[in-house]
Every structure is written in structure tokens, then in C-alpha cells.
């Protein structure tokens, strides 16, 4: 059996160059920067909140609706389920075809008053092994409650959205290398955006308890 490695990140933020007084100078953006910008502002409220629940919106949302007032776009873009998304280019098409239906109709264009710019930043990620591997699911059941809240968000958010995988690694490596599709299938059934991080880390301990036990 290929052992489980966890490993935690870091998220050094960068600021892009670019930035954004109204709508269509912030899709103009959207359309050029990395696609590590797109994650950062998508995912950003949900790692510095991480206690929050339900989640916050984007910061894209939170700008548009707290900053310009548009509130219409701003809860259109809140209503994004990034769950429904498998990588960053289709959530970034999302994001801009809201925003592009929204400019269709032709509505004033508010600017943002001064200093409340968007700033687009961007995430440089840092990935470190931690000290906690797993050969069996007792081993990864013991694991799971000791690890960082940021080796569970780099597990559960940033292995299947940012860097382009079909699944979560907790559920690749139980599948695979556990051969338990069934408990594979009810962690990547797991809407990790409806929990805060440390409830997420109760409701995998608790599916994987079931099994250990059973």
C-alpha cells in the first residue's frame, strides 16, 4: 500500500500590477491575470475566516456589493458554486460571463471612491511535507486529528481546484490505495464550502471512525 503523506501549505500574497475603479475595468482583469489570482480571490474569505459558516462571498462579490453597490451582480457572483467547477479556467469563465451579462444590459458604470480600488493579487503556494504519514486508515484516522487545519485545506481545496485534479487526495489515496471506493465517494461528496475547516476535519474523522470501526 502507497502510504498517505500529508503535507501543509503557505500562501505568500503578491500583488499583480493591476486594479479596478468599476465593473469593466474588474472584468478586464479577470480576463488577464494568472489563474492563481483567480483562486486567491475566489478562496481567500474561506482561508482567513476560516471559522465562519456559512462561507463568506468572494472577494470579487464582497467588492462589487459592498464597494460599488451593485448589489444584483454582487449576490449573482455570490451565487457561484465553486464546488461545481473542476478547475480555475472554467470558474474564471463563470466569473466573467456573469459580469459580461450583467454589462450587457447596459447599466451606469459606479466607480469605486478613492482608496477602495480592487487590488489583484495574486497566491505563490508553498508546499511542505508535515511529520504524519499514513499506511492504514487507523494510521490516517490518527492523523487527521492532528495535522493543521491548512494540511486539510490543501488536501480537500487546493488539490482538486487549484491544481487540477479530479479528486480530493484524501479520497484518491482511500480509493486507490485503500481499495474503499465507498468511503472515497462520501468524503469527495463532501461540500467543503458549507463547513467551517474544523467542522470539515470533525465530519471526515467521524466517516472514517464508522469505517474503522465497522
Request: proline letters at 5%.
Amino acid at each position: 500500500m502507497e502510504p498517505f503523506r500529508f503535507y501543509t501549505r503557505f500562501i505568500l500574497p503578491e500583488y499583480t500590477g493591476k486594479k479596478a475603479i468599476n465593473i469593466m475595468e474588474l472584468a478586464e482583469g479577470i480576463r488577464e491575470v494568472p489563474d492563481s489570482s483567480i483562486y486567491y480571490h475566489t478562496h481567500n474569505f474561506l482561508q482567513e475566516h476560516h471559522y465562519l459558516t456559512p462561507e463568506p462571498p468572494s472577494d470579487f462579490a464582497h467588492w462589487v456589493g459592498e464597494v460599488l453597490l451593485e448589489a444584483s451582480l454582487g449576490e449573482c457572483l455570490a451565487g457561484i458554486d465553486t464546488c461545481d467547477f473542476s478547475s480555475i479556467p472554467l470558474l474564471r469563465q463563470a466569473i466573467l460571463k456573469t459580469i459580461e451579462d450583467y454589462l450587457a444590459k447596459g447599466p451606469p458604470l459606479r466607480e469605486a471612491p478613492g482608496g477602495m480600488e480592487f487590488y489583484f493579487i495574486k497566491a505563490n503556494l508553498v508546499v511542505a511535507q508535515t511529520r504524519y504519514t499514513a499506511t492504514n486508515l487507523q494510521e490516517f484516522l490518527e492523523a487527521l486529528r492532528k495535522v493543521g487545519i491548512c494540511s486539510i485545506y490543501f488536501h480537500l481545496f487546493e488539490a482538486r481546484l487549484r491544481l487540477g485534479r479530479e479528486k480530493n487526495d484524501f479520497s484518491h489515496w482511500i480509493a486507490d490505495s485503500v481499495g474503499d471506493e465507498e468511503l472515497a465517494n462520501e468524503i469527495s461528496s463532501l461540500n467543503p464550502y458549507t463547513y467551517t475547516l474544523e467542522n470539515l476535519r470533525e465530519a471526515l474523522i467521524g466517516l472514517v471512525e464508522e469505517r474503522v470501526k465497522g
